[in-house]
């Protein structure tokens, strides 16, 4: 089991960059799986990016894909999402959780462990 804490949202302009960070508890954190999904007002949760155990496989939405950077420090408990070249659309509350099963996964009821959000607000 662990539990996330996501931190680093805000409020930036369009073009802009954000870092975010899910610290979690549990010494078994470095044996999981890792994903970010984001969901705005009205709509679905929406898969965002994953990252394996390893640090080294990683999966994308494509709507992300190219902007965005996931990545993980399993010696700090911690994974990170790098945002570059934000736009109003990434505008949504960003959430950690540990996969089920592998990163290959994009639907929500495949993670678990979700953590309470951080929120990400993109001006034009």
């Known amino acids: 089991q662990v539990q996330p804490v996501e931190s680093g949202g805000g409020l930036v302009q369009a073009g802009g960059s954000l870092r975010l960070s899910c610290a979690a508890s549990g010494h078994m954190f470095s044996y999981y799986d890792m994903g970010w999904f984001r969901q705005a007002p009205g709509k679905e949760r929406e898969f965002v990016a994953a990252?394996?155990?390893?640090?080294?496989?990683?999966n994308y939405s494509p709507s992300v894909k190219g902007r965005f950077t996931i990545s993980r420090d399993n010696a700090k408990n911690t994974i990170y999402l790098q945002m570059n070249s934000l736009i109003p659309e990434d505008t949504a509350t960003y959430y950690c959780a540990r996969a089920r099963s592998s990163i290959t996964g994009t639907t929500s009821v495949l993670y678990d462990n979700w953590g309470q959000g951080t929120q990400v607000t993109v001006s034009s």
């Open positions: 990252v394996a155990w390893n640090g080294r496989d990683t």
